[in-house]
């Protein structure tokens, strides 16, 4: 279940829709940074959305209409931000330590099946964004 989905468009659901995203916000109460565990439960349900979504829709429809935006407080680790940028960019992480976590956040797609999917979609907005903490 997504904390807000919003429809841009005509449309009030997935079939009707120009496009969508789909928002999880996440609070921490430490203020210490995170690593690619924090994400976990919420990339699996990005990848199960997909996976929804192409039960009755094309692959290419769902790249073109779907993106996801992750809103927490926590900051996220060095290691977190060149993961995720590795994997949307499609180049190589920069250590082990960023290896390690691209590799765990690709793994929880796979493992949902999907190949890597949710994080390189054709598009040219990236299809996981994340809002880092505002003070």
């Given at each position: 279940?997504?904390?807000?989905?919003?429809?841009?468009?005509?449309?009030?659901?997935?079939?009707?829709?120009?496009?969508?995203?789909?928002?999880?916000?996440?609070?921490?109460?430490?203020?210490?940074?995170?690593?690619?565990?924090?994400?976990?439960?919420?990339?699996?349900?990005?990848?199960?959305?997909?996976?929804?979504?192409?039960?009755?829709?094309?692959?290419?429809?769902?790249?073109?209409?779907?993106?996801?935006?992750?809103?927490?407080?926590?900051?996220?680790?060095?290691?977190?931000?060149d993961a995720i940028t590795s994997?949307?960019?499609?180049?190589?992480?920069?250590?082990?330590?960023?290896?390690?976590?691209?590799?765990?956040?690709?793994?929880?797609?796979?493992?949902r099946g999907l190949m890597d999917?949710?994080?390189?979609?054709?598009?040219?907005?990236?299809?996981?964004?994340?809002?880092?903490?505002?003070?």
């Amino acid at each position: 279940m997504a904390d807000l989905v919003l429809y841009y468009g005509a449309g009030d659901n997935f079939r009707t829709c120009e496009r969508l995203e789909t928002a999880q916000f996440k609070y921490k109460l430490r203020e210490e940074a995170v690593s690619a565990a924090y994400l976990k439960k919420t990339i699996e349900k990005f990848s199960d959305t997909i996976i929804g979504y192409e039960k009755t829709s094309s692959a290419l429809e769902v790249d073109i209409k779907v993106s996801f935006i992750f809103v927490t407080n926590a900051p996220f680790s060095e290691n977190l931000w060149d993961a995720i940028t590795s994997l949307i960019n499609g180049t190589p992480p920069s250590d082990s330590g960023a290896a390690t976590q691209a590799h765990n956040l690709k793994k929880w797609c796979v493992d949902r099946g999907l190949m890597d999917a949710c994080w390189r979609r054709p598009k040219t907005d990236p299809p996981i964004a994340v809002v880092p903490t505002q003070n």
